[in-house]
Structure formats: structure tokens, C-alpha cells
């Protein structure tokens, strides 16, 4: 059997026209479908994983900045319980602000200037100045990251310490000095207090 003889024998027959038309709406349905996929930015799932690792990147810098203002206090309190004198000791530091990152930026600069006469001797200079930058980014296991060039810490504005053995005026002196010329601050940023007994 041939097969345009089949297909005119199926176009003759209501029933074949019926399927006919089912058949082409799915394909219709299925083409539609392809192209709206084809054609939208961003599946779902990837903006709700986008979400979750912004999330988890500020969480991350949160405790980066938590664990840097920890290791300070404990860095201070090490170090003063080795001084003579000096007991238990508490500190509270402050600082400036939080920890400042400094990404890669790629500039480009262009600058042009068009000498223009005309036939009557007319003059004209035109120039033209384009300035852009962007933030150089790189890929990562968590995706897109600016790339870092620098780290700055957070600057230490005060100190509060609180130690057995403070109320000897000389370990009191000796603890503010000693804030004073590891943070570089002046000694009214620094205020030492003698612990409860």
C-alpha cells in the first residue's frame, strides 16, 4: 500500500480528521511550550538558588566579621593576662566600621577628536570622551564573584578592659599604654576599669 494513498484514505474517513486535528494541536501545545522556555531569562529553580547563595554570601561575610572582632578581644586578652599585675581581664572593642573589600575594576578610556572644514573654509573640531569601568568577575564553585584585590580591617575607634589588679594605678596606666600603642589610639579611647571581687 502507498502511502499518499493511506493518508488520503485517513483525510476521507471523520474520524481521521478528528486525530488530524488533535495531532496538531499538540504539536501547536508542544511548540509553544519550547518557545516560551526558549525564550524566558531564568528558569525558577535558578533564581531560587541565586537567593539562597546571596543569602549565604552575607552570611558569610557576617561571621568573617564576627570572627575578626572575636580573634581581636581574644588577641587583647591573651596578651594582658601575661602582663604582671593582672588577673581575670574582660574587653569590648569598637570599631569603626565593617570589613571593606575592594574588587578588581577594569577601566576603559577613550578619547577622540574629529578635525572637520568645509569647502568655504569653515572649522570645526569635535571631541568626543568615553569613560567606563567595570567590576572584574570570576567564576567560582558558588558562581559569579567580584575578583578581590584588597581587605581592608576595620579600624578600632575604643577600648573598654576590665581586669583584676586594675586598681593599682601603675597596672591601670601600664593597660592603657600598652591598648594605646597596639591599636594607636589616644589614651581617652581606652578607659580601664578594676573587676568586681
Avoid: H, W
Wanted: proline share 3%.
Amino acid at each position: 500500500m502507498d502511502i499518499k494513498n493511506f493518508f488520503e484514505k485517513f483525510n476521507k474517513s471523520s474520524d481521521g480528521q478528528k486525530i488530524l486535528k488533535l495531532i496538531a494541536g499538540c504539536l501547536i501545545l508542544i511548540f509553544v511550550y519550547i518557545a516560551i522556555s526558549f525564550f524566558s531569562n531564568k528558569p525558577v529553580t535558578q533564581t531560587f538558588s541565586s537567593d539562597t547563595s546571596k543569602s549565604e554570601e552575607n552570611a558569610n561575610e557576617n561571621v568573617s566579621n564576627f570572627n575578626y572582632e572575636e580573634q581581636q578581644k581574644n588577641d587583647l586578652k591573651s596578651i594582658l593576662k601575661q602582663m604582671e599585675g593582672i588577673g581575670k581581664v574582660d574587653v569590648m572593642i569598637t570599631f569603626e566600621s565593617d570589613e571593606t573589600k575592594v574588587p578588581a575594576v577594569d577601566t576603559n578610556a577613550q578619547k577622540v577628536t574629529t578635525d572637520e572644514t568645509d569647502k568655504e573654509g569653515g572649522k570645526r573640531i569635535t571631541n568626543q570622551q568615553t569613560d567606563g569601568s567595570k567590576v572584574v568577575v570570576t567564576t567560582s564553585s558558588k558562581g559569579n564573584e567580584p575578583l578581590i584585590v584588597k581587605t581592608y580591617k576595620p579600624k578600632v575607634i575604643g577600648v573598654v578592659v576590665v581586669a583584676e589588679g586594675a586598681e593599682n594605678s601603675k597596672v591601670k596606666y601600664d593597660i592603657g599604654k600598652a591598648v594605646s600603642n597596639l591599636y594607636n589610639l589616644p589614651l581617652d579611647k581606652v578607659n580601664v576599669y578594676p573587676m568586681k571581687k
